[in-house]
């Protein structure tokens, strides 16, 4: 089994940066991909950013490319969701998620463990 625990979230205004952080613990040799999704109220969960096992490939949604930067240190079981210029509408729950299989991509359903999320409020 693998745990993920999210850090980082809070109360920003619009403009400003926050890190998050997701460590993660257990089988952690197992993991490939991992990412990063968020959920806002009344809304579905969504794809933001994902990155493979080496850190070579990433991937954004179109929604925060340009402002969001994921990277991770698989030495430390950690990936990281750098995000600048924050938007009232980046306003969600974000998920850290990660993948034991082969697949890299944007579908939450293919993703195997999740941690439980970490808010982030973004005032305008």
């Known amino acids: 089994q693998v745990q993920l625990v999210e850090s980082g979230g809070g109360l920003v205004q619009a403009g400003d940066s926050l890190r998050l952080s997701c460590v993660a613990s257990?089988?952690?040799?197992?993991?490939?991909?991992m990412g990063w999704f968020r959920q806002a109220p009344g809304k579905e969960r969504e794809f933001v950013a994902a990155?493979?096992?080496?850190?070579?490939?990433?991937d954004y949604a179109e929604s925060v490319k340009g402002r969001f930067t994921i990277s991770r240190d698989s030495a430390k079981n950690m990936v990281f969701l750098q995000m600048n210029s924050l938007k009232p509408e980046d306003t969600a729950v974000y998920y850290c998620?990660?993948?034991?299989?082969?697949?890299?991509?944007?579908?939450?359903?293919?993703?195997?463990?999740w941690g439980r999320g970490t808010q982030v409020t973004v005032s305008s």
């Open positions: 998620a990660a993948d034991r299989s082969s697949y890299f991509g944007r579908d939450s359903d293919e993703y195997d463990y």
């Open positions: 257990g089988r952690t040799s197992s993991l490939y991909a």
């Open positions: 990155i493979s096992r080496g850190g070579g490939t990433t």
